[in-house]
């Protein structure tokens, strides 16, 4: 519910349990009231402290008010370059160099529905969703913003979007443009990020918010490995149960930045949106730019209330699902199994060996296409091999599809090998600036995808090959970082607009893709989980999380990815051991365990499993074919964290008729404890039968007391308890 109170110029924004305000004060300043649980009736700038302080100036009109200084304020959106020395919204620059930018209220609207953005993905809604545009001017740059508010009050969820406006007579370059600015009136905070590298993504690093900025960010053209585009903020020692949380997510696969300040008094200011460094974008007198999309969920009750909003209103709101609610295929990709070495027969293989265990689509990974006999070529010429496949793709497409299964196929769009077919006719299709020798990274180069006649040529050959046959998934992979970042297509005076450009090319592909081919399950891939981000969901509706299949390091990884991310977006499989990243074995039961807590398959040879082994995996296939629809829309709860002597966690169906727990042990020790797990959203009154036992436990007792846990028998031995109440 969004409300205006026009007596106190107050707009506020109700959801079901939080409460989200802003004023505009006599001097059209857009002051922030309040983010946090729910208050009703309530003009909250009472909270805010007017004192003058030293150093802090007062703007011109202001002037005998010495206590009134946008550098203590609260902002809604926060100026630059006129008195606020905490990290600016926006910045932009003027012909004669000057970097000031004063944004007033200039009035608003309340609109019913949900808001969308051109080219650039977001949360989407009808019922139930209203929209809040509230408009900003700079009258002295003639640059307008309209800061626009989408409110899904079911999932306490806020998103965010600018679009800026030059309604003035010179250009004007925009310099920085966050989609979010949040000021809260504590700065007794803990900042809580998720990073980590190539195969170890997502690791959840917390520590109390210090005085000054601290950042996380990408300006490798993705999100990336390393920092994920999704931040906290909550009350210090806040835990999966109790503790004010917030969560900043951006709707955007680019370079970001999430900026969080402990102020000189104690207050403190999150800044998200895309990352400054090499942007700069140039608005002539009526251009128009849309900053992307961030979303913003506050939990009154803990990290668990949080995850459980994302997951919810991802899957509803955001994930757009081409099988309309049908179960995702189990499959079997021959990635680890054979690398770029195969033939047509040997995919087969590999294909009737899985379904026979149950497996419903046999993905081809990298190596079909061009010269591709390892990763230094073959990049661009997306024809198939016909050394590879002597028969076409159509023949082996109509193999696969008679063992039962459907076919998927691997992409990588945006790349292209310095030995390929299209380099050798196009090589300033390739990012690079003149004279400059460009930088590879797996031996190869990035295409231009700000350019529609690359991305057109590309998406063509695309085209020729999902025409060919009956292909129902594409993996869209992207396997190294941009650099030398530089378009021929754009002048010296555009070079900042390129990395922006590029997502929205792979944006506009990838849509048009989803439109040509409805039918076809997307997954996102970037060398596993460096595109993990909200933006790409809109797209790819699962992404492979990470290169990294070990079992006991995905703990981790798919723990971290939990607090935002639905289990039905996270794509994980089983894979061989010794495994080839950390050289660990771990039990087929143990893979299958944590690989189910996704969108689940088998990255490997199943007819090298033994047939002992083959049983455990007929079984998993069967189990999660029947649970699948509890397991990744469930209502998702970490039970534990990865580095305590187990992992659990668990989910339950939104009713509390049935649950899955799953529990991991790390190494074990002689002689171990016992231990019970607590488990979580259950129904306190129903009485639930354990794995069919013969007892029956009340749900209260299961959450207050626990279940108790086995005692393992070898390192990292793996359960899984499905819980049914009784009727
Ligand atoms: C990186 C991906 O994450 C892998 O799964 C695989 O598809 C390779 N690329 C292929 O080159």
Request: net charge negative; aromatic share 10%; charged share 20%.
């Amino acid at each position: 519910m969004i409300l205006y109170d026009p007596s106190a110029r107050t707009l506020t924004l109700h959801t079901r349990r939080t409460t989200y305000q802003m004023k505009a004060d006599g001097y059209g300043v857009l002051l922030h009231t309040w983010y946090g649980p729910r208050v009703d009736g309530q003009d909250l700038s009472y909270l805010i402290g007017y004192a003058d302080r030293g150093f802090s100036p007062n703007p011109r009109e202001a002037a005998a008010r010495r206590d009134y200084s946008l550098d203590t304020l609260p902002q809604e959106y926060s100026t630059c370059g006129v008195g606020d020395y905490r990290p600016a919204s926006a910045a932009a620059e003027q012909p004669d160099g000057s970097l000031m930018l004063d944004l007033r209220y200039a009035g608003h609207e309340i609109r019913e529905g949900k808001y969308s953005l051109d080219g650039l993905p977001a949360f989407f809604g009808g019922e139930g969703w209203q929209t809040l545009s509230v408009r900003l001017e700079d009258p002295h740059s003639g640059l307008a913003a309209e800061l626009l508010y989408g409110v899904c009050e079911r999932y306490d969820l806020i998103t965010r979007a600018v679009v800026f406006t030059n309604e003035g007579r010179q250009p004007v370059l925009l310099r920085k443009a966050a989609s979010l600015c949040l000021d809260l009136p504590s700065a007794n905070l803990e900042f809580i990020t998720f990073d980590g590298g190539h195969v170890r993504e997502r690791g959840l690093n917390r520590s109390l918010l210090r005085p000054g900025v601290q950042s996380v960010g990408s300006v490798r053209g993705a999100s990336s490995h390393q920092h994920n585009p999704f931040v906290m903020l909550c009350e210090p020692g806040a835990g999966e149960e109790h503790g004010l949380v917030y969560g900043a997510a951006l709707v955007y696969s680019g370079n970001f930045l999430a900026e969080a300040e402990r102020s000189q008094f104690e207050t403190a200011r999150l800044v998200l949106g895309i990352h400054p460094q090499h942007f700069g974008w140039s608005l002539a007198p009526g251009e128009r730019f849309a900053a992307p999309e961030a979303a913003m969920v506050c939990s009154p009750d803990g990290f668990a209330g949080m995850t459980h909003r994302w997951h919810a209103a991802m899957r509803e709101c955001l994930i757009r699902d081409p099988l309309h609610g049908a179960r995702r295929p189990v499959l079997v990709n021959n990635w680890e199994a054979t690398e770029f070495h195969f033939t047509a027969q040997r995919l087969v293989e590999i294909a009737r060996e899985g379904a026979a265990l149950g497996a419903e689509l046999f993905v081809m990974d990298d190596g079909w296409f061009g010269k591709r006999d390892d990763d230094r070529s073959g990049l661009g010429d997306w024809v198939v091999n016909p050394q590879k496949l002597p028969g076409g793709l159509n023949a082996l497409v109509r193999q696969v599809n008679g063992l039962g299964m459907r076919f998927g196929i691997w992409v990588e769009p945006e790349m292209v090998s310095e030995d390929s077919e299209l380099y050798r006719a196009h090589p300033d299709w390739a990012l690079g600036a003149p004279g400059r020798p460009q930088t590879l990274s797996r031996s190869q180069l990035v295409l231009d995808f700000t350019r529609r006649e690359v991305r057109d040529c590309i998406y063509a050959a695309l085209c020729r090959v999902l025409d060919s046959a009956p292909i129902a998934y594409v993996k869209w992979d992207v396997n190294r970082s941009l650099a030398d970042v530089w378009s021929a297509a754009l002048p010296a005076a555009r070079q900042g607009e390129v990395f922006h450009r590029y997502i929205l090319g792979v944006y506009e592909m990838m849509d048009r893709l989803r439109r040509d081919y409805p039918q076809i399950l997307l997954e996102g891939c970037a060398g596993g989980g460096g595109r993990f981000d909200a933006g790409m969901l809109y797209y790819a509706p699962q992404i492979w999380c990470s290169d990294n299949t070990d079992a006991i390091d995905r703990l981790r990884i798919q723990y971290g990815t939990s607090f935002c991310y639905p289990v039905c977006a996270v794509g994980s499989h089983v894979s061989a051991v010794p495994n080839v990243h950390t050289g660990r074995t771990t039990s087929i039961e143990t893979r299958g365990v944590v690989a189910m807590s996704g969108t689940f398959g088998y990255e490997m040879d199943l007819g090298r499993c033994t047939e002992a082994e083959k049983q455990v995996v007929r079984r998993q296939i069967e189990f999660f074919k029947r649970h699948c629809r509890l397991i990744q829309q469930g209502v998702y709860d970490r039970l534990s964290a990865p580095d305590d002597a187990f992992t659990a966690w668990q989910q339950t169906a939104p009713d509390g008729t049935e649950a899955l727990a799953s529990v991991v042990w790390g190494p074990v020790h002689a002689a171990g404890p016992f231990c019970a797990v607590r488990l979580r959203s259950l129904a306190p009154n129903k009485r639930y039968r354990v794995n069919g036992g013969g007892e029956l436990y009340t749900g209260a007792a299961l959450m207050t007391a626990g279940l108790p846990l086995p005692l393992p028998k070898h390192d990292y031995q793996a359960w899984q308890f499905y819980l049914q109440a009784e009727e």
